[in-house]
């Protein structure tokens, strides 16, 4: 797809607005994630110099946990690592070179999602001969795990105090041959591991934090079997969680259970194929239509290229209203409409414009869609409110239920997003935001929330709930469907915080009085990454959708 830049963050943004996003990936475990016997001369080349746009915060130990070496309390650069030289470790390579220097998988797999634009950060936390059992041990227990994540919190407040916000993105735990020399850890593996991953994912606030596990398959040891199934098992009860293989890659020649250079950073591309296939599902598309019906097509179709789009690419399909000029005329408009949206789906939703209303026949639209003409809506930890800007100030009896619709919803969200869709400008003089009416194409100063208060405007009434929704950490935003004419899109954030937007088409007007075009039609796109529970947006071109 083909973003515009745009001044003023009118047009790409998302949720965060720090200095940076920093996206920090885990990887711990035993000595295959180490890399302890890479050779430091087989470094993998750095042509592009992407190593010094990696972040990378290293603790490794030794196998005894003596003696241990790192980054010295700080972010670097991606790089070689430093030997612990002591009596307690070996520093021998696979082709028999004494080494003082040595890297692991952290090196292909970080420049891979720095290259698919991940803003990349490692945190490596090691020890070889190290069990979950023994010395890594379960939250709160004293062992490594409460010393990595102590270790961890530390390196994230770092990133923290330059004004960045920190989004863990995954966790690649390479370990288990310890613990499968001991029946007894074998055993209790798997309800171990699966601790530490549930607490890795409370601890983040990250329910679907994506979870690589690996393991030394050929390390010859007694319950080496029990150990690959226990993993097994924790990936097949989650989405979000996978295995991957090791020593297929190739082992050393001298003791089959450590990974030659070569083996390590083909161990890195694997870990990050895995990683974008469990994530793959993990992303989801919604895509916002306003304005979208045919000039010159009789009232009954949408613009062509909506028309002939293959809808499929997008997860969830958002109406903002006048979809066909003619909408509700005929209850054959309302099934094409449907055959091109798919608006009878439970996550698609329409707001009504006015031009899907003016013909009556509001029966067949709820009797397509299977829902009523305002309601609310819950998926993935987002709440929509689907408002119906239509109905008349003397239709009490819908407004009041509407409005107290709203009132339940902002009473009882307290996390995740708040959605709302409206095709009218029904607001005006929000504390920092432009009045609809300066970029689309309705702007109801006498719009009405209800027919008991006074004043019963949109400031007095929604905007309030709003606010209070917001100050409890919910993101809000508002979303317009009324526009295109004059103004293509429109973003703007209120004085507390609440994000307003606008996103229409027009240019079917264009082709239909052979008008020059000057600006393209926009489509308003959100991203949601369920395991962050991030919402990002941007504007594209309909043309390249």
């Known amino acids: 797809m083909k973003t515009l830049a745009i001044l003023l963050s009118i047009f790409v943004s998302s949720y965060t607005y720090a200095q940076e996003t920093i996206d920090l990936f885990i990887l ?14 087989e470094y993998p080349e750095d042509i592009t110099n992407i190593d010094s746009e990696i972040n990378f915060y290293w603790h490794n130990e030794t196998w005894a946990g003596t003696h241990e070496s790192g980054s010295t309390g700080l972010w670097v650069s991606m790089g070689l690592q430093d030997h612990v030289l002591s009596q307690y470790y070996e520093t021998v390579s696979c082709n ?21 634009g991940y803003n990349t950060a490692i945190f490596k936390f090691t020890r070889p001969a190290a069990g979950i059992q023994d010395r890594w041990k379960l939250p709160g227990e004293g062992g490594l795990y409460d010393q990595m994540k102590d270790t961890l919190a530390k390196a994230i407040q770092l990133l923290e105090a330059n004004g960045d916000v920190v989004r863990v993105r995954g966790l690649f735990w390479i370990q288990g041959s310890s613990d499968a020399g001991n029946e007894s850890a074998a055993n209790t593996y798997e309800s171990n591991l699966q601790t530490i991953i549930n607490d890795i994912r409370t601890e983040y606030s990250a329910p679907r934090l994506p979870v690589i596990l690996g393991i030394t398959e050929t390390s010859g040891a007694e319950f080496i079997d029990e150990i690959i199934q226990a993993q097994a098992n924790i990936a097949l009860a989650s989405d979000f969680t996978d295995t991957t293989k090791t020593m297929d890659l190739g082992p050393c020649p ?34 916002f239509f306003g304005h979208t019906y045919l000039w010159g097509g009789g009232g009954v179709r949408v613009d062509e290229r909506i028309e ?34 798919g608006i009878d789906q439970p996550g698609n939703h329409w707001t009504l414009g006015n031009h899907d209303s003016r013909n009556g026949n509001m029966e067949w639209i709820e009797e397509i869609t299977g829902r009523p003409l305002y309601y609310a809506h819950y998926e993935n930890n987002l709440t929509t409110i689907v408002l119906n800007g239509n109905i008349s100030p003397l239709d009490c009896e819908n407004l009041n239920k509407q409005y107290q619709m709203i009132q339940n919803v902002c009473d009882t969200i307290n996390s995740g997003h708040l959605m709302i869709l409206v095709h009218h400008g029904i607001y005006e003089n929000v504390p920092g935001v432009a009045n609809p ?60 915080g609440i994000e307003y937007f606008g996103s229409g088409i027009n240019n079917s007007y264009n082709v239909y009085y052979n008008i020059p075009i000057t600006d393209p039609d926009l489509i308003l796109v959100f991203t949601h990454i369920l395991s962050t529970d991030e919402l990002s947006w941007e504007f594209v071109e309909l043309n390249d959708l």
């Open 28 to 41: 711990a475990g035993q000595s295959n994630a180490q890399g302890k016997k890479s050779n430091p001369n």
């Open 96 to 116: 028999g070179t004494d080494q003082t220097q040595y890297f692991g998988p952290e090196v292909i797999l970080s420049r891979k999602l720095k290259e698919v």
């Open 254 to 287: 001298d003791d089959h259970n450590h990974l030659t250079s070569v083996a390590v950073n083909f161990q890195g591309e694997r870990l990050f194929d895995e990683y974008m296939a469990l994530t793959e599902a993990d992303t989801l598309k919604y895509a």
């Open 308 to 341: 002939n789009m293959d809808m499929s690419q997008f997860d969830r399909v958002w109406l903002g209203g006048d979809i066909c000029s003619e909408a509700s005329l005929d209850y054959s408009t309302l099934e094409y409409i449907n055959s091109v949206y």
């Open 437 to 496: 009416g300066s970029y689309g194409h309705s702007q109801l100063a006498n719009w009405m929330a209800n027919c008991y208060d006074s004043p019963a405007d949109y400031l007095h009434t929604i905007y309030p709930m709003l606010v209070e929704v917001e100050n409890r950490g919910v993101h809000v935003m508002q979303i317009m469907g009324d526009v295109g004419a004059n103004l293509k899109s429109y973003h703007g954030i209120s004085d507390d």
